[in-house]
Nanobody, 122 residues
Framework: QVQLVESGGGLVQAGGSLRLSCAAS????????MGWFRQAPGKEREFVAT????????YYENSVKGRFTISRDSSKNTVYLQMNSLKPEDTAVYYC???????????????WGQGTQVTVSS
């Protein structure tokens, strides 16, 4: 079992930055690929970014490439999502997720956090 707790959401103006954190507890953090997803009001949850077990591989949804950076610190059992140049369309609840093994496919995450709200004003 893995428990995930997100933090760092909030209200920011367009063009601003936020850093989300996801603290993991339970089984060995280093055995899990980690991902960030988001869900905007009235829309389905969508993939944002993922990072491999040893942080050797990352992958991003097209709309966030060059603006968002996913990273992980195994010493702190924490994964981060640095979000720069935020846009109003980035407004959503952001969820951290974990799954055992590879980042591929971009599905199959079986552990989820409770989510943190990110609101970007225009």
């Amino acid at each position: 079992q893995v428990q995930l707790v997100e933090s760092g959401g909030g209200l920011v103006q367009a063009g601003g930055s936020l850093r989300l954190s996801c603290a993991a507890s339970g089984r060995t953090f280093s055995s899990y690929a980690m991902g960030w997803f988001r869900q905007a009001p009235g829309k389905e949850r969508e993939f944002v970014a993922t990072i491999s077990i040893r942080a050797g591989s990352t992958y991003y949804e097209n709309s966030v490439k060059g603006r968002f950076t996913i990273s992980r610190d195994s010493s702190k059992n924490t994964v981060y999502l640095q979000m720069n140049s935020l846009k109003p369309e980035d407004t959503a609840v952001y969820y951290c997720a974990a799954k055992f093994g590879s980042i591929w496919p971009l599905s199959g995450y079986n552990y989820w956090g409770q989510g943190t709200q990110v609101t970007v004003s225009s």
